[in-house]
């Protein structure tokens, strides 16, 4: 849900890319859940990289929360992990309240034992907690990290990594005043 250009997967590829050989997934389904179709070449580009070390599927589902007919038939229950990077800023004040809330607790509600929900955001309490409470009324969650504070990266990033920074005129930022969970679903 949400994220934008592609950060969200080449946030999982980088992490992949620096477990050991023996424990890393060969292959991965990357769904992306969103109203906006247009991250697909970086996406694309990122998946073909990635041969030899890991398979990337890609799919895109066109979703908006705020029109309950796009969201209902969607299911997290297969999912083992739901990455909300800047999602909850850009919906939680919508005038469609009430579909939002509804569809951030039913993917909650549904993730399967075991499951992992990755949130980043700004660290305004108006986002961190609409977050933890949706997340805290779908029950069943166990947190791992719960953090608020000013995070200043110093990244040592791979070739592959520059080469797509490069390729889609696109750098990270680096420093951010974020709020950042991570929970796994008992």
């Known amino acids: 849900m949400g994220g934008g250009t592609g950060s969200d997967l080449l946030a999982l590829v980088q992490t992949i890319r620096l477990m050991p050989a023996e424990v890393r997934p060969r292959r991965i389904h990357y769904r992306v859940l969103d109203k906006q179709p247009n991250w697909h070449e970086i996406l694309q580009t990122v998946a073909i990289q990635q041969r030899g070390i890991i398979h990337i599927e890609l799919s895109f589902e066109r979703m908006d929360v705020t029109v309950p007919e796009q969201w209902q038939g969607i299911s997290t229950e297969n999912d083992d992990l739901l990455i909300m990077n ?9 005038r469609e309240a009430d579909s939002v809330r509804k569809c951030l607790k039913k993917a909650l509600k549904n ?12 660290n305004f309490p108006s986002c961190f907690e609409y977050f933890d409470h949706r997340s805290t009324s779908a029950e069943n969650f166990s947190r791992s990290v719960s953090e608020s504070s000013r995070l200043n990266a110093e990244p040592s990033f791979d070739d592959f990594f520059r080469e797509c920074m490069d390729r889609f005129e696109r750098t990270p930022k680096l420093t951010s005043n ?5 929970l796994r679903r008992l």
């Open 86 to 94: 800047f999602f909850v800023s850009e919906v939680c004040k919508l």
């Open 111 to 122: 993730m399967k034992k075991e499951s992992i929900v990755v949130f980043n955001d700004n």
């Open 178 to 182: 974020a709020a950042y969970r991570v």
